[in-house]
């Protein structure tokens, strides 16, 4: 991992009279090496304002000034950047060239499956393939395909992968085909750990070097969480696969000049309080604030306190916040975690030099920081005192719900009866003590009431180590038949993201567990226990330290290195346990440690999905049960019958110091990522891949040519009236949906559209895989796109309770019977009718999935009219040229009475302009006709562009034919 001398992504010096040639300045490392630098001070001469700007911007303005060749990129961008008011209106867009992309498997796939369409079709045109190549360094980790179909033995982790090549051979070929194909195209293998974490500790350089200029790193990645990189000042976010082919391709991201909210830390965690409480906390109050869109900056000294896992939790979590980054400026606690991660002496003094050449150096608002408190304009400043931190879970649909622990239990009990509509369960309260009986291995003790606090009970971790409150004990039961009811616990999994970059939440989770399993306790067997980290480091220090086998005996052994239970990966459920539920409808419970817990995500069958940090993970397994007060109430009963509660248990802050310098060994990361080339594995080793610059096509269920291409000319096509005529309405949904209801990633359902075209082409059950392996076949992905067993199309009318019914159906022209959106979608296609669906808040927050807009586009829906957006969805829309618009405020489809059975029309402006005005058309079944006035929410010249071009994948690639 030593600084490359020589990299040919990046023409340093443009033939063209650069305007800012005179800010390229000499400055020299540590040991005298000598380099040179667009110099942000330098420009500083002609900005004075430069000096004002928040850390992050700077980052972006140099990349601007960098690639300044005047024609995408012109002096009136720089100048417009440079010149950044913190409360101006937004509406300069920002060409912003990165160093390099970063890919999951799961977006990787779809992303490659379009390139290779790409080189088919320059192919077919009479064109040279090779035109389509990435400009930048790209790198895909195969993270997100392993399963925990096995759990709880030390042999999970070989059968596991085993079965992963066994369902995504054609996939890995196709990846092997493309490792041969592409010059910058490199691929790390199954087994290594997640794309953010393999991130963090080998892929990110801090800074480039090609020909004596150094420039820092910058990215952007096809999974949302790719902003964890921002935990080491590394300026790069989300985006959808549509957006990262630009990228990769030579277009730079185009965005609009955001606001900077600043985040002020001071003091400091107490005793008993982890990383994770402070994120879902963190992610509460952003979330408060509506940082949608914006960059987010982290200062103080409370900020300059935490270290860097601390820091990459934080900036892990900014989709579940809203923003488009959580960034932390380089300081010290950067350099430290380089040199712990094994990055070269060379490149860490590299790293350090250029940063205070720059004047960015250090945590602004801090003891030593080259910016003093004060001297930055942000748009808005948050405050927050660590101390004042609780320990906490989120849920138990939504990332940004937090509850501190003592209020999980009452809170869940709440949440029962509430409508759903109010992330409520619409149960029957007599119904929440319901339990029944099943049969598989194992028990349970049954009995997982809320039993009411003594008085004075403590509500503080730290208060309640060595200090147990004095309830009577639960009588344990050794019965074979267990009893399941609401508020179980039948998923526990210390899954990777957020979490496993931290090795102070891992090493706590394994204190914890030594100390439970010395105290007698123990996870009932039927519980899917998992442990599956991001990188093999934390296998290797939880080994080191002693406390993998303590975590082993409580069910916790090594199940996969990559995104699992997060992802919907968590593998199933007994059949008994799966029939138990749905016959008596059970809220029953999923807690892991992961980033996400939207509704069916995990698994369809568990209603309620709690975050927690890891060591609470193992705390739930054990008590079994999300009414337990672990505040107050045993987590278990250990030897002798005796009582033991979580202070009796939980790790204090000097334990884990203790083991910490074990998990930041520099030798043992550069001997781990150099088997990346050396040591890839013997699975991955045999697979073999066909070769050639153009793809085959050979006839798959993972993989087929998409129809993006079809018909393309590389001429541009007439500019075409954008209006929406006729129109009628697909689906009207509520506020929060997620691109998991929009493109669910989990499992296929047998009776659904995707399922059953799988089963008409001799695909078994067994064989189904998830809809995120099958990303690269357009066929399973659009009959799967609004698929989410949760969904609630709003058209279907309420039962006596006001309940809707789940799944993906509509009534076709809004009345008479249900069908499956796909079906309806292919009848309204056939008919030339055009489709829209309106919808409430936030719609499209979640992972950055292209095929939520690929598979709208797919199913004919011309128009998405809602109340907000989340920033990549919307994007994504307009890439895949459906019309994203949105309410003004005070108006919604529910304020305007609809139904579903009107005909609508969209009207925007005849010359797109970005964030003009449109109309809406409403004519009833009547023929009563109304209008009201909408915001079309293609934001930036660029993106109409994209449009008038069909989409930003045709418009790519008539710009490289033409090259």
């Not at 902003?227 to 965005?255: D, H, K, S």
């Not at 003592?406 to 709440?414: L, W």
């Not at 045993?634 to 033991?644: A, H, N």
């Not at 006729?726 to 669910?744: E, N, Q, V």
Request: glycine share 10%; proline share 7%; charged share 20%.
């Amino acid at each position: 991992m030593s600084v490359p001398q020589e990299e040919c992504f990046v023409t340093p010096f443009p033939s063209f009279a650069h305007p800012f040639a005179s800010v390229v300045k000499p400055f020299k490392t540590a040991s005298g090496k000598a380099g040179r630098l667009y110099s942000l001070p330098a420009l500083t001469k002609q900005f004075p304002n430069i000096k004002r700007l928040p850390v992050s911007l700077r980052i972006v303005l140099e990349s601007v000034l960098r690639h300044c060749d005047g024609e995408r990129v012109t002096a009136e961008h720089v100048k417009q950047l440079a010149n950044w008011a913190p409360k101006a209106a937004r509406t300069d867009e920002i060409p912003f060239t990165v160093a390099r992309v970063v890919l999951q498997d799961f977006t990787g796939v779809p992303l490659l499956a379009d390139l290779a369409a790409m080189r088919s079709t320059a192919e077919r045109l009479g064109h040279d393939p090779k035109k389509i190549e990435p400009l930048v360094p790209v790198d895909l980790v195969v993270d997100h395909s392993v399963m925990v179909d096995y759990y709880g033995t030390k042999n999970a982790l070989d059968l596991n992968m085993k079965l992963e090549f066994q369902r995504n051979h054609e996939r890995y070929q196709f990846m092997k085909w493309g490792m041969q194909a592409f010059d910058t195209f490199r691929v790390v293998p199954p087994g290594f750990g997640i794309v953010h974490q393999v991130n963090l500790e080998y892929l990110a350089r801090g800074v480039h070097l090609k020909g004596g200029l150094y420039y820092p790193d910058t990215l952007v990645g096809t999974d949302s969480h790719t902003t964890m990189i921002n935990g080491i000042g590394v300026v790069g976010w989300g985006v959808g696969g549509i957006e990262a082919e630009a990228a990769m391709l030579g277009q730079p991201v185009y965005f609009l000049t955001p606001d900077v909210v600043g985040f002020e830390m001071s003091g400091q965690l107490r005793e008993g309080v982890t990383a994770t409480d402070l994120v879902l906390t963190v992610t509460e109050i952003l979330r408060q604030h509506k940082v949608v869109g914006k960059f987010v900056e982290f200062y103080g000294p409370g900020t300059a306190s935490l270290t860097l896992p601390d820091r990459a939790t934080i900036a892990n979590m900014a989709p579940e916040y809203g923003a488009t980054m959580g960034f932390f400026p380089v300081d010290d606690k950067t350099l430290d975690y380089f040199r712990g991660t094994g990055r070269s002496k060379a490149e860490i003094e590299a790293f350090e030099a250029y940063f205070r050449a720059q004047g960015i150096f250090g945590v602004p608002g801090a003891p030593g920081a080259t910016i003093k408190a004060g001297e930055i304009d942000y748009s808005q400043v948050v405050k927050l005192d660590l101390g004042s931190v609780t320990p906490s879970l989120a849920g138990p649909k939504r990332p940004q719900d937090r509850i501190e622990l003592g209020q999980v239990a009452t809170q869940f009990a709440s949440l029962f009866s509430k409508p759903n509509a109010e992330n409520g369960f619409n149960q029957p309260v007599e119904r929440l003590a319901m339990r029944v009986k099943v049969h598989p291995d194992g028990g349970r003790a049954a009995g997982s009431g809320v039993t009411e606090a003594p008085a004075g009970a403590p509500r503080d971790l730290a208060e309640m180590v060595g200090n147990r409150p004095a309830l009577a004990a639960r009588p344990a039961s050794g019965q074979k038949d267990i009893t399941v009811g609401n508020g179980d616990v039948l998923i526990a999994a210390i899954t990777s993201c957020t979490n496993t970059s931290n090795p102070s939440v891992l090493l706590a989770a394994g204190l914890l567990a030594k100390k439970a399993v010395e105290a007698g306790l123990r996870v009932q067997p039927h519980i899917k226990t998992s442990l599956a980290p991001g990188s093999r480091i934390v296998t290797e220090y939880l080994t080191q330290t002693g406390l993998l086998p303590y975590l082993e005996k409580l069910g916790f052994a090594l199940a996969g290195y990559g995104c699992t239970t997060c992802i919907g990966n968590a593998g199933d459920l007994t059949p008994e346990l799966n029939e138990a539920i749905i016959k008596n409808d059970l809220v029953c419970a999923a807690v892991l440690s992961g980033n996400r817990n939207f509704e069916a995500r995990i698994h369809p069958n568990l209603k309620a999905n709690f975050l927690a940090s890891p060591p609470l993970v193992v705390a739930y397994a054990i008590a079994g049960n999300v009414k337990t007060d672990l505040m107050t109430e045993p987590v278990g009963m250990g030897k002798g019958g005796k009582p033991v509660y979580l202070g009796d248990i939980w790790p204090t802050s000097e334990e884990i110091h203790r083991f910490m310098k074990t998990a930041m060994n520099g030798k043992a990361y550069r001997e781990n990522y150099e088997r990346v080339k050396s040591e890839p594995g013997k699975l991955w080793e045999r697979i073999q891949g066909v070769s050639g610059e153009v793809y085959n096509w050979p006839e798959s269920s993972y993989i087929a040519e998409p129809p993006f291409f079809e018909g393309f000319s590389p001429d541009q096509p007439e500019v075409v009236d954008a209006a929406v005529k006729g129109a009628r309405i697909m689906a009207l949904f509520g506020d929060s949906i997620t691109t998991d209801h929009i493109s669910p990633a989990g499992s296929i359902k047998e009776s659904s559209p995707a399922g059953q075209w799988l089963r008409d082409r001799g695909v078994l059950k067994a064989d189904f895989n998830s809809f995120g392996a099958r990303r690269g076949h357009h066929e399973v992905m659009m009959r799967g796109t609004f698929g989410n067993v949760r969904i609630k199309n709003l058209m279907l009318p309420a039962d006596k309770n006001g309940s809707r019914e789940e799944g993906g159906f509509t009534l076709y022209e809004g009345k008479g019977a249900k069908v499956s959106i796909y079906d309806a979608a292919m009848r309204y296609q056939a008919a030339g009718v055009p489709t829209v669906v309106l919808a409430g808040e936030e719609y499209g927050t979640g992972s950055s999935r292209d095929w939520a807009a690929k598979g709208t586009q797919l199913l004919g829906i011309k128009a998405v009219v809602a109340r907000s957006f989340e920033r990549i969805h919307r994007s994504n829309l307009v890439g895949m040229g459906v019309l994203p618009l949105q309410f003004k405020a005070g108006d919604s489809w529910e304020t305007l009475g609809l139904k579903g059975d009107e005909t609508i029309d969209v009207l925007p402006h005849p010359e797109l302009r970005p964030q003009s005005e449109a109309t809406l058309v409403i004519t009833s079944p009547g023929g009563q006709r109304r209008e009201i006035q909408l915001v079309l929410r293609i934001d930036t010249p660029v993106e109409v562009a994209y449009y008038r071009a069909g989409g930003i994948l045709p418009y790519v690639l008539r710009q490289l034919l033409s090259a």
